[in-house]
């Protein structure tokens, strides 16, 4: 019962915290990893750092505001 | 639980928003509880996502579970990731949620609570939710294209390019008046300037943090700026105190805006992980903060409401904006009920991660309820304050004169009994030197929110701190959205000179860069001068132009939805986004039509412009202009405002002749005609599982 609580709650920590960051634009960077990993093994993935920088430049980068007024 | 238990939940709850709204609106002898707005909306807003929201997905849009979305089938897992709906939810809301539902129902509230109350319940139900439901639809089914690009796809070229030109005008009409906002707030104000000018080296010392010594450690980094955020407002309370700095810190409202100006452009030119991103992270985390503490805090403190249901000025002789409730009041709450500018979020990043097509009715409807009840509480913060306090706040100098006793004198004229003591109290209460001639709805509000925070937590804050903490809120994501704004605005100038001047095309050439940038900075900024300079006050001219624009860009929203509608052979369905476009452009055209054509020079701009004319022919001076020169901005100012509104006029009435042209000739097919992408990769992948 505990352990499931536990679960639970770490569960809802992790959503929390991967909404926080996909406010300001940045997806979950495990999952790209391993999306690389399996879908494009010839590419070697952007390392955390480099993907931080990348997702700025995409999400202020271009003609679409991004945010309401 | 069983399906009748279900039914009577929701009946049960119906039944009390009916009841909530009967008392918000029947009881007006005695002051009401703010709780019974909110139980109304929140009962509603309910029933609304329970029931209609359930016809807008299975019976209008027809959204398949099983069909492939555009993150499913393009995962990259940069742009297109497919995301958990309360991931997405919150990431929409983020991008949604910002000034435009804050400052509107402030500036309505000259009416009293309940017009703007109703128009945002029934508003945001019945047309802001579903365009920005049927817009989110309508996008993910079309591999996450931009409004432009959509209206492109299904009306034509013209039609793409009008309404690509209108969003760029909507962009400048935004920034300069978010850019006035900002500036009537930080006016002879050394408290609030120094705390929103530090969030600049604060920001810069997190991008430089996050370049070279931690790279990436976004989490952190923010928690470190929020701490210094802190700070900067209590180093913000000892600057105001010291004879020697405060004066350092406060300026006249035209040095502010030229301030603004260069900084607007020096932030669009820099690179964007030095100011931009950083500082973008920090209003992030602290607007969806505040935003949370705001609602947990009238929950707590259940304040009495001060203002009276309806004003005397609902026949449009309101001191804060003229005109009349028809049409005036659905131009003025622009976000909140329904803003045209969530189109272009909707057809942004957000159709780009949706994982199942049946999320688009939590993301795109529900958030848009969420940012409808930002609004109802805006109103609220707004009503608690003292009636006489907030018509002190936001009528112009010209109107009730510019010394605590003239306008205490004036104020209680209408009705709204407040002394000169009291205001001077509300001043130094909140740690200003004046609370007057503070249009614009962010400082009204910041008094709002102090007040219902600081009861909320009496014995650890002040009502000072709580009020410059209300202002940075709003001063930060503001200062955002001018920097990304001014970004945006400069891809999309040089995206419509490129079709003319082809080295404009090239976004990555430095001259086109400073010279779009220019371009965009010097629109909005002419606009955010002529309104710090305005002798009428600026926000009365700039806010109904805004919310004019807003609506107009709704309006094209709604008619692309129908278009669409009609073209997938759903037209039983087309009344759905037909009625609420319909209504935008009555509601548009007719407050378009008023400020340029109404005889009443206090509404009509060709008619003030007209009077000052002959005014200066004859040599003489009208107030509230001193100078002959002031007397010349108002004629041209005047004609400026009304060659613009024709032109949005222009821009809404076209897209309509297209619409309908399309939807004339779609009606003749016998077969669908819209242009749907189909996912290749889903085909596959629905086969195979």
Known sequence: MNARLVERFRHCAALFGETARLMIGLPNYDRYVAHTREKHPEREPMSHAEFVRERQQARYGGSRPGRCC | MNGLARQLIFIAVAVLGAFALGVVALRRDE???????????????TIAYRYYSLFLARKVAGLDRWRVTPAVANDDGLDYVPTHRHVLFGHHFAAIAGAGPLVGPVLAAQLGYLPGVLWLIVGVVFAG????????F?????????????????????????????????????????????????AHSAWGLFTVAATIPIAVLMGLYLRYLRPGRVGEVSIAGFVLLMLSIWGGGLVSQSPTLAPMFTFEATQIAWMLIGYGFVAAVLPVWLLLAPRDYLSTFLKIGTIALLAIAILFVAPQLKMPALTQFVDGSGPVWKGSLFPFLFITIACGAISGFHALICSGTTPKLIASETDIRYIGYGAMLAESFVGIMALVAASVIEPGVYFAMNSPAAVVGSDVASVAQAVSSWGFTITPEQLETTAKDIGETTVLGRAGGAPTLAVGMAQILHGFVPAFSNMGFWYHFAILFEALFILTAVDAGTRAGRFMLQDLLGRFVPMFRDTSSLPANLVATAGCVACWGWFLYAGVTDPFGGIN????????????????????ATVV????????????????????????????????????????????ARRYQAAIAEGSVLAPAKTAEQMQQIVFNGYINAALTALFLAVMLSVLVYSLRVARQALKLPQRSDHEVLQAVGQAARSAS
């Open chain 2, 541 to 560: 001219t700039l806010w109904p132009m805004f919310g004019i624009s807003n609506q107009m860009l709704a309006g094209i929203a709604l008619m692309l």
């Open chain 2, 138 to 186: 309508i996008s993910t089914r079309r591999n996450g294209r931009s409004i432009g690009e959509l209206v492109r796809m299904e009306m034509g070229d013209t039609a793409g390019v009008i309404t690509l030109f209108g969003t760029f005008m909507i962009m400048i009409i935004i920034l300069s008046v978010l850019a006035l906002i900002v500036v009537k707030a930080l």
């Open chain 2, 31 to 45: 002051a009401i509880n703010a709780l019974w707005i909110v139980v109304a909306a929140l009962s509603l807003y």
């Open chain 2, 565 to 608: 509608l009609i073209r997938m052979k759903r037209e039983r369905y087309a009344l759905v986004p037909a009625l609420p476009a319909l209504w935008l452009l009555v509601c548009t055209g007719s407050a378009g039509l008023i400020k340029l054509f109404s005889r009443d020079p206090a509404i009509g701009f060709i008619a003030q």
């Open chain 2, 129 to 136: 939710a579903v365009q920005d439901f049927l817009v989110l």
